[in-house]
Nanobody, 122 residues
Framework: QVQLVESGGGLVQAGGSLRLSCAAS????????MGWYRQSPGKQRALVAT???????TYADSVRGRFTISRDNAKSTVSLQMDSLKPEDTAVYYC????????????????WGQGTQVTVSS
């Protein structure tokens, strides 16, 4: 079984910074892509940033230049450095893993974390 556990959420004032971390556990061999999504009340879950095992990144237009995603393949972790935070960044942030290959050679297509709350006050 593969689990993703997020940490680092909290309350911050506008203009401040937070760093989210996510650790994958289980009998993992490789993970193709890891990323972060967010969901605000009344809105659909939306992509924030993703990173492949090779280091290629994708960012939502709303966070590009303010957020930085990184990962450690050996540790199966992914982080999101969030700077210059705005009230509209307030949401539950979910860690995501796509294409998880286990040591048994089985695959897990998609795995989600439980989410961590980020609140940015104005």
């Amino acid at each position: 079984q593969v689990q993703l556990v997020e940490s680092g959420g909290g309350l911050v004032q506008a203009g401040g910074s937070l760093r989210l971390s996510c650790a994958a556990s289980g009998s993992i061999f490789t993970i193709n892509s890891m990323g972060w999504y967010r969901q605000s009340p009344g809105k659909q879950r939306a992509l924030v940033a993703t990173i492949t095992s090779g280091g290629s990144t994708t960012y939502a237009d709303s966070v590009r230049g303010r957020f930085t995603i990184s990962r450690d393949n050996a540790k199966s972790t992914v982080s999101l450095q969030m700077d210059s935070l705005k009230p509209e960044d307030t949401a539950v942030y979910y860690c995501n893993a796509l294409g998880v290959r286990l040591l048994s050679s089985e695959w897990r297509n998609v795995v989600w974390g439980q989410g961590t709350q980020v609140t940015v006050s104005s």
